[in-house]
């Protein structure tokens, strides 16, 4: 017989696959002596069984749950549905992975009519007691039977309202006993049965809501954004449940055993007295700093801090705490490794290895690529934030800083943002069903939750600025209107800015500026630089680019596209005339301008390089991206050339094409007309002359572009060569530099051994080889790699991250064949997937020599760069 | 020291790479024993050798070719320039693969004006000595000083005018001596030296020349329309001359074995008398019928019918002699395998197997299959005939029949075909500069010149109709005009209609027929059945193509593109509802109507191919290729769905794309649109069943097309099945039908192994895998393909003859990884390179089961496929 249901005593954290990681960590910390209420676990075993069973929770399954359940009532002494002594129990999902809020969960299970009445003659508490069961219809009401919460929170605002109560804590247990009997009628009334009375009912039906709960549509959306395996199923975890509802001596909060926004080291959490967890997260009520713990309950306090410490040297990360305080006696409910800013992730890490618990390379490992956009993220302009008029200030829930149009619902701020708007979404409060809106906002902004409220912790793990719990505003999602304390309204379109790191809401657009880097962050930059084989260089065409990817740790440009040079206002007009030339003369007057241009540009970059490499790849678009389209600059254009309009248009018309992506452009623009290429060698070589006869350091790589066969290549080579020779005799000076070409085209990889024959480099253009690999337009499968997407076809981005198993594969061969042919090659990457993670690793494994990327994530290809080799060498070990 | 001069007797017929064709049968000749001037071959190696020293000719070379001339002197008992007893030589160039009137040929050499006398000396024949030495000296000027020709044609007209002689012939000594020194110091004039009068030099000069000859431009496009390897190089040939141009029982002509035309079993020529050889292939003068010959000179006809037999059993195929007769002897000069029309050729290899000289084998390697083309041309209609109006007949050059507008200058030719112009070729005679003209025109039409003439002989090459020698017109160049003998004048663009196989030119455009093929050609293809391994399949979308090409012996559809259906002016209405349709509702009732429609082409294709496999290939294209453009179309549209003009034209702009190819079509329709291809899908099955119904058999097989991954693949087969699977419950029958996919882009390629695994076919579509393995678009590449061409980038055009070191690699990629998923996987090419000689020979060796082209292609594609086979054996067997 299979083993599905496990004691928590059974356990330990390694079982994350099997518990889920609220399991695992439940019976870890069984295991090491923390106070833990007793449970078990019902294994993600038995969710796949579900469901590969129709959605059917099997008998067998059901009897080994009720055989713990029996040790359960044992081990605490207390009994279902006992009128004397009930056991009440919690049921949790818990995934293998973290999913915060997306599944369900089942406070007070076990009570009933008779069992609420054992709860009172055990506590003495009547009040707290069918509080607690009042609250249970309402949850299970909800996650079994899907009735709406807020039909219950009519009933109970109702009831205050007769009895004119402010607070909840105000109502009689009278009030409680009515408000429990409005309830059952509200459950029978919308979910087509009376509420059941048999808690073996409760918790069959629990059970199976959890396991339900796994393929919800927010659940699926989420796992979908954060790329998690939807067959991991989730587990579910019975645990005997432990009051913070009962009186003033009680109370429950989290606690982060360092704080998760900074990374300070310094126990930071919030708590409620009087309370059970729920009320923490909903951010309902606005918790109480946890120092404040200290004078209010000092036993409980130190004991949470003692634990706080040996669960941390325990984990060897920072923790993120659930307790529960049920009469001074504190309870441990939950830990697990805490979510954090992408700032208290470097910090923890890099703190962790000066404090001697974890090795560099851990903490190498441990940080998220993902995660480090938002420390390279700008902030607010200085003298424009100090002109700035602040509205209100919140909570500075997740740091950055972000200016955008409000919007007040999910999908009109997802729908704005597809436009191309910046949002901000503003919100009472978020709940799991507001996740895209917030992945497509640039900020968040709540009135009500805390720190650790659902927005701030999305925000968080998102790398998005968050101001939460700003009391100071009013929102009327409704009307869609925010009032501030000082009478200004704002409604939906209105701009405002967020500092995520300060609380403070700004009215209007700021301006931004760079992110700030040092410190941590700049320790595990050179850690990451010890440990990683690839170079990272930039994507850039302007000095600026150069500068800030330069300031970030590129090792050289991988991509200067010189065609972004050619459309600077006062060029466009030359290179203009250069396209409808009629003759050689024509189009080599209009280059000859372009060239002094294009030299200009090039000194400026070899300047900044100081001898990096830098890698210029020559004219790739189609001619006609360059022509104008408005009467009037066709008329400029005539005039310019001394043609007659009808001219210029018919040349226009003649460039037209049915498929530019696959038309004459890169070095097809050479092969027709070998001048272009001629000066653009020429005004590289001129430049490289220049900076070297200053003293400088220059190493210039001519790249030529979509390259398909051999003779090709080596017919524009030659004449680009001839054009360098002639300079070089001219200046009387010889210059070392590369000339390769762009491995873009399929048919360039499968002839990749003729065709290093002719090349210094490869550089993979892996946009327009997944184009063309796949067949996809990448301006045109906007319109069916949605539907891809939502069948499962495609399960990620190919444009995004690399498909390994095709176009990666047709990489691999282009590599292995030029090596076969001139096995000391130089070979990168130059494609945007130079900046994906899982991008990286592959092109690691290839033994390629770099990757280039665009300026703001040369880090992020740093970090991932390292881990690829620290994951390596955790493979070699293990053979 | 390395030889590179050859006595003929030193040669064989298999020296043809050394000697050339001209000189390894001059070898062969005088081997077995044959009348053939004596001489010396200067091998291609010398042309090597001469190209690669910058074009200087070595003077070890020069020396070896002395020697060989001192032997020449000693053989003939002549001496170069005496003046009792002179020795001339022929100097022509000969290529080891046949390039007729491509190169230069110089008559006479050694000529001066001393050796003149020693001829008149030697023949007491004063006019004919001097008129060689004065055709010498044109011809020398022209060949080796480029003075065009007519120069001197003006001062011999000049002459003749002034003495009022109608023939040259009349010409007295006197008027010959007086034309020699004009042309002397019209060679000194143009040439920029005087004529050398030293025949060593003269000799050098020549050797270089014809050395030269082998780059000039008309043999460049010669050989690049012929698939010529460039670097062959010519051989020289040198020979004692002999002289036609000696009086009434002297004369030249050309014999065939065969007739070239028909390929009926009878010797076949032209003679002149008094003449040298030039004089008929120039077609100034009109030969006489070879029968005449035997009334003339009696024993030199009964000697040349008997060298003719000998020739032909020693050749074992039908010989192209050319001779002279030098006062009653004769002399054999060139023979050669004799190039004829298709129809010639089938009936000569058929008759030569019937006679026991070749087997069946032999005769199907000898066909070739670019020819095949010609045999299945179209005939006038019977009827249209008729009423035709005969203009003129003329020598019925090269068989088939065309319509088509005249144009009476090539490079104007070349011109209105590239406007897709039906074209044809007016001159009075060609000349290798109009090659490129011919190549484009349906037709060619000379006024002068008999059928072994320029045009005549150039144009069965090409399988192109030909009548020449239309002396019954007279055309004039200058003015663009033809007139006939009773007055009619026609002018360029007018419309003529030509019957190759008749020699009459009928006025205006006749309706055309298609061919009649049978007897030997039949006998020929079941020969070839015999030994293929490829099926043939066809392209075919409506009956009467599947007519037509089962007629020519496909076995089946290889590619039927059901949207050609959807063009019909009836359906279109219905596409485009369907298009535009806002609900899958809309879409439904749109498609409902479609699917009667698909069903009565499906019916019609089942009942023809009687239970041959049919291929159809689900919808392909983007959707947007069928909205209309035009706004009375667009009204009708927004009429006919109910919407507005505006709705309409949004969804049209919606759908337009920026790279359709690379857009929103093939199966990414169904995986947005499942409903489309479902309807489909269910007309196919439905259809089938009708058929079965009947009691006939029926095989359709259902492609996909546009297949990237095994996931898209699975998910629209899935659909299909369903589909499928619901007509058989509901009409209670079980059909077999294959569901496979079409492999046309790379990562499809690539990953054929997990693709094989969902697919029962695969059918290399290889246009589109071309365009994607080159990132080449076909409606663009016009742009820049001829660049590619020029610059000897590109030798062949990829979209006719398979790319097989990219695009060919790929598919042999696809079909090993098929393979290893799925052994007997059926595999096939539906691209039209499955109509292409040589990408057949690459299919075959992949081992594929079929190759599908259009109709006329399938007998090509039959040749080709048998002749692949006996190339491999003859390859086995060599090892």
């Known amino acids: 017989m299979r083993k599905f249901v496990y004691q928590f005593s059974e356990g330990s954290k390694d079982m994350k ?11 870890e910390m069984t295991n090491i002596g923390l106070p833990v209420p007793p449970g078990f676990t019902i294994g993600t075993d038995a969710c796949k069984d579900y469901n590969e069973n129709d959605q059917t929770l099997s008998e067998e399954i059901f009897e080994e749950v009720l055989t713990h359940l029996k040790l359960l009532e044992e081990k605490t002494g207390k009994q279902f549905g006992s009128n004397e002594n009930p056991l009440l129990v919690s049921v949790r999902s818990g995934a293998p992975v973290s999913m915060p809020g997306m599944m369900d969960t089942i406070l007070n299970l076990g009570l009933n009519d008779k069992a609420v ?14 509080d607690s069961y009042r609250r249970f219809i309402q949850m299970f009401g909800d996650v079994v039977r899907g009735i709406p ?25 009278d ?135 040996l669960l941390e040297n325990h984990y060897l990360d920072m923790q993120d705490i659930e307790f529960t305080i049920e009469k001074e006696k504190l309870f441990v409910l939950q830990t697990r490794n805490g979510k954090r800013t992408a700032q208290a992730s470097v910090q923890v890490a890099v703190d962790l290895v000066h404090e001697g618990k974890i090795s560099r390379d851990e903490a190498i490992k441990r940080i998220d690529t993902k995660q480090i956009d938002q420390l390279l993220h700008p902030t607010f302009e200085k003298k424009a934030l100090e002109k700035g008029e602040v509205l209100a200030t919140g909570l500075p829930a997740s740091p950055g800083a972000a200016s955008g149009k409000i919007y007040f619902d999910a999908s009109e701020a997802v729908a704005a943002a597809d436009l191309g708007q910046k949002v901000i979404l503003v919100r009472n409060e978020t709940s799991p069903e507001d996740i895209e809106g917030m992945a497509k906002s640039e900020a968040i902004l709540t009135a009500h939750g805390g720190m650790t409220s659902h ?50 809401v700004y009215l209007g657009e700021i301006l931004l500026t760079e992110a700030e880097i040092g410190g941590h962050f700049d320790e595990l930059m050179e850690w990451v630089n010890e440990v990683k084989q690839l170079d990272i260089r930039v994507n850039a065409d302007t000095p600026n680019d150069l500068l800030t990817a330069i300031h970030f740790g590129a090792e050289g440009i991988g991509l200067c596209r010189t065609e972004h040079m050619f459309f600077h206002e006062e060029r466009i007009a030359y290179v203009r005339q250069m396209i409808v030339a009629e003759s050689l003369e024509e189009r080599k007057r209009a280059l000859a301008h372009l060239k002094e241009m294009q030299k200009e540009d090039f000194i400026q970059l070899f300047r900044i ?151 210094q480099f490869f550089s993979f253009g892996t946009n327009d080889l997944t184009q063309l690999t796949y067949g996809f337009s990448r301006d045109d499968a906007g319109k069916f790699l949605p539907s891809y997407s939502e069948r499962g076809i495609l399960e990620t981005d190919p444009f995004q991250t690399l498909d390994t198993a095709g176009v990666g594969a047709l990489v691999e061969m282009a590599v292995s064949r030029g090596r076969m042919a001139n096995p000391n090659m130089k070979m990168g990457v130059c494609g945007e997937h130079g900046g994906d993670p899982r991008s990286i690793h592959f092109f690691h494994k290839l033994g390629l020599k770099y990757v280039s990327c665009s300026p703001f994530r040369v880090p992020i290809a740093r970090l991932a760069a390292a881990q690829v080799v620290l994951e390596e060498r955790e493979q070699l070990q293990k053979v």
């Open 17 to 27: 696959v099997l518990l889920g990681g609220k399991g695992a960590n439940l019976a």
């Open 117 to 130: 009445q054992g709860m009172i003659h055990q506590t003495k508490d009547a009040r707290s007691s069918l």
């Open 149 to 173: 919460s807020y039909k219950f929170e009519e009933a109970l605002s109702l009831i205050k309202k007769q009895k004119g109560y402010a607070q909840d804590t105000e109502l009689t247990p």
């Open 175 to 309: 009030d409680l006993e009515k408000l429990i009997t409005t309830y059952q009628e509200l459950y029978l009334e919308h979910g087509s049965e009376p509420f059941p009375q048999d808690p073996l009912t409760q918790l069959r039906l629990a059970v199976q809501s959890v396991f339900d709960s796994w393929m919800n549509p927010r659940a699926v959306v989420y796992r979908r954004l954060n790329d998690i395996d939807p067959n991991f199923g989730t587990a579910v975890n019975i645990q005997a449940m432990v009051f913070g509802n009962t009186g003033n001596k009680s109370g429950t909060g989290i606690a982060f055993t360092r704080n998760p926004s900074t990374g300070e080291k310094a126990v930071f959490g919030e708590f409620l007295i009087n309370a059970q967890g729920e009320d923490v997260v909903a951010g309902i009520r606005t918790p109480e700093d946890i120092s404040k713990l200290k004078s209010h309950l000092p036993d409980a306090y130190h004991e949470l801090m003692g634990t706080c410490e």
């Open 455 to 504: 927005a701030a912790v999305v925000a968080r793990g998102m790398g998005k600025c968050c101001v939460a719990g700003c009391s100071e505003i009013d929102i009327n999602e409704k009307e869609k209107t925010i009032v501030t304390n000082s009478g200004i309204t704002l409604r939906e379109g209105d701009a405002v800015s967020l500092d995520g790191s300060t609380g403070k």
């Open 609 to 759: 390089a100081k001898g990096r490499p830098v890698n210029i790849r020559l004219l790739d678009p189609p001619l006609h991206e360059f022509l104008p389209k408005a009467e009037k600059d066709l008329e400029r254009l005539a005039q310019d050339t001394g043609k007659t309009l009808a001219e210029i248009k018919k040349r226009v018309n003649e460039l037209a094409e049915s498929n530019p992506m696959l038309g004459h452009r890169g070095c097809r623009l050479a092969v027709t007309y070998p001048e272009i290429y001629k000066m653009q060698a020429e005004a590289i070589m001129e430049s490289a002359v220049q900076i070297h006869d200053e003293g400088q350091k220059v190493f210039p790589e001519i790249m030529i572009p979509l390259v398909s066969s051999k003779e090709e290549l080596a017919f524009v080579k030659q004449e680009i060569k001839e054009s360098v020779q002639a300079i070089f005799d001219r200046e009387r000076v010889l210059l070392p530099y590369d000339i390769g070409t762009m491995i873009e085209i399929p048919r360039a990889c499968v002839t990749a051994d003729e065709i290093a024959k002719e090349a």
